[in-house]
Nanobody, 122 residues
Framework: QVQLVESGGGLVQAGGSLRLSCAASGRTFSGYAMGWFRQAPGEEREFVATISWTGIKYYADSVQGRFTISRDNAKNTVYLQMNSLKPEDTAAYYC????????????????WGQGTQVTVSS
């Protein structure tokens, strides 16, 4: 079992930055890919970014060039640096874990955090 706890959300003005963290515990982090997803009110949850155990990264087109996913395997933590934030980035952000390669589809992830809210004001 893997437990995931997100932090770092908050209220920020458009153009600003936030860094989200996701701390994993419960079993070894080794071999797990991590993903970030988000869900805006009234919308389906959507893929944001993923990083494999070895550091291979993929991003949604909507965040490419603005967001950066990274991980510190020694700390069992994955990060999402979000720059140039837009009001349309407002959502609850969730981290997720799966063994193997990073994937873009939420049904391929086995473990989920509770989410952290990001609100971007215009």
């Amino acid at each position: 079992q893997v437990q995931l706890v997100e932090s770092g959300g908050g209220l920020v003005q458009a153009g600003g930055s936030l860094r989200l963290s996701c701390a994993a515990s419960g079993r070894t982090f080794s071999g797990y890919a991590m993903g970030w997803f988000r869900q805006a009110p009234g919308e389906e949850r959507e893929f944001v970014a993923t990083i494999s155990w070895t550091g291979i990264k993929y991003y949604a087109d909507s965040v490419q060039g603005r967001f950066t996913i990274s991980r510190d395997n020694a700390k069992n933590t994955v990060y999402l640096q979000m720059n140039s934030l837009k009001p349309e980035d407002t959502a609850a952000y969730y981290c997720a874990a799966r063994r193997g390669a990073g994937k873009q589809y939420e049904n391929e992830y086995d473990y989920w955090g509770q989410g952290t809210q990001v609100t971007v004001s215009s």
